[in-house]
T-cell receptor, first 114, second 114 residues
Framework: AQSVTQPDIHITVSEGASLELRCNYS??????LFWYVQSPGQGLQLLLK??????LVQGIKGFEAEFKRSQSSFNLRKPSVHWSDAAEYFC????????????FGRGTSLIVHP | SQTIHQWPATLVQPVGSPLSLECTVE??????LYWYRQAAGRGLQLLFY??????ISSEVPQNLSASRPQDRQFILSSKKLLLSDSGFYLC?????????????FGPGTRLLVL
């Protein structure tokens, strides 16, 4: 069975600082990996996704993530955080075919200090 | 392009009252559809998913039910709400061909049961 771990429940950074949110997955084959962002009271918005190929994936809003098979990780990064990035971030792993039910991590809450 | 709608955006209901939440998708046909719930401070819990009209799979036994009367409509219902049904309800649909599946989420419905 697949699983996703986001080890940090909360992360606090200063505006303008760099950001890295951690995500570790467990899956028997090549995973499909996703990062979503959720602002308060909103639905989840897809930031980026990885299926295959280049292990460094560029997303929207200046985010990127790197797939590291040897570490079973898919960490999300941003070089300079803006106050508007404060939100909940979810990592997910999926497998193709069938009914397609991805597994989500518990989320990491990002707090941005001015 | 595809869009997903949820109605209503916010709902306050007394314990024991019925519930009906609606999700509609535009711009696609025969999508996989999903209902998730987020309780306060917790991650995503998959409630139901549907691969077609009249086809519903339940992930968690509870007093909620789902129906799919039309190809692009997914309804979440309850005959008698419990306090524990309070939460944020998200509808999602699956996009992409096999091997490139991605979930996209609606704006959500905030339900408060008093």
């Amino acid at each position: 069975a697949q699983s996703v771990t986001q080890p940090d429940i909360h992360i606090t950074v200063s505006e303008g600082a760099s950001l890295e949110l951690r995500c570790n997955y467990s899956y028997g084959a090549t995973p499909y990996l996703f990062w979503y962002v959720q602002s308060p009271g909103q639905g989840l918005q897809l930031l980026l996704k990885y299926f295959s190929g280049d292990t460094l994936v560029q997303g929207i809003k200046g985010f990127e993530a790197e797939f590291k098979r040897s570490q079973s990780s898919f960490n999300l990064r941003k070089p300079s955080v803006h106050w508007s990035d404060a939100a909940e971030y979810f990592c997910a792993v999926g497998a193709g075919g069938g009914s397609y039910i991805p597994t989500f991590g518990r989320g990491t809450s990002l707090i941005v200090h001015p | 392009s595809q869009t997903i709608h949820q109605w209503p955006a916010t709902l306050v209901q007394p314990v024991g009252s019925p519930l009906s939440l609606e999700c509609t998708v535009e711009g696609t046909s025969n999508p996989n559809l999903y209902w998730y719930r987020q309780a306060a401070g917790r991650g995503l819990q998959l409630l139901f998913y549907s691969v077609g009209i009249g086809q519903i799979s339940s992930e968690v036994p509870q007093n909620l039910s789902a129906s799919r009367p039309q190809d692009r409509q997914f309804i979440l219902s309850s005959k008698k709400l419990l306090l524990s049904d309070s939460g944020f309800y998200l509808c999602a649909w699956r996009a992409g061909q096999a091997g490139r599946e991605t979930q996209y989420f609606g704006p959500g419905t905030r339900l408060l049961v008093l």
